[in-house]
Nanobody, 126 residues
C-alpha cells in the first residue's frame, strides 16, 4: 500500500501563487508515475499535470500550461505542483495520484491511478 498526503493549499488572491506538495509513504520503492487532478464543486475530477518516474517527461492540461509546474524529489518521495498566476477558475480541491510503472500512456485518466490522496483545497479570490 501507498499513502499520499497533500499539503500547501489555501486561500490566495487572483494572480498569486501556491505550491502544493504530495508526500508518499509506504511501499514507494520502484518507478512510478505521479499526477495532479482537481475537482470543483459540481464538476468531475479533471487532469491537471503528470510527471514520469525521473521527472524527464511532464504533461499539462491546456488550462494550466505555462502557469503550473510539476516536479518531483524522489529522495523525499514528494511531488510538487507550483501554481503561478492563479485564477478564480483554478479554485478546486487538488488531489495527487500515484501509479507504479514507467508507462505514460493514459496518465490523463483518473482510472489510470492506483492510489489517491485526500486532497487539499485551493481557493482563489478575484
Amino acid at each position: 500500500q501507498v499513502q499520499l498526503v497533500e499539503s500547501g493549499g489555501g486561500l490566495v488572491q487572483a494572480g498569486g501563487f501556491l505550491r502544493l506538495s504530495c508526500a508518499a509513504s509506504g511501499r514507494t520503492f520502484g518507478s512510478y508515475i505521479s499526477g495532479w487532478f482537481r475537482q470543483a464543486p459540481g464538476k468531475e475530477r479533471e487532469f491537471v499535470a503528470a510527471i514520469n518516474w525521473n521527472g524527464g517527461t511532464t504533461d499539462y492540461a491546456d488550462s494550466v500550461k505555462g502557469r503550473f509546474t510539476i516536479s518531483r524529489d524522489n529522495a523525499r518521495n514528494t511531488v510538487y505542483l507550483q501554481m503561478n498566476s492563479l485564477k478564480s477558475e483554478d479554485t478546486a480541491a487538488y488531489y495527487c495520484a500515484y501509479r507504479r510503472g514507467l508507462r505514460i500512456a493514459g496518465w490523463r485518466s483518473t482510472d489510470d491511478y492506483d492510489y489517491w490522496g485526500q486532497g487539499t483545497q485551493v481557493t482563489v479570490s478575484s
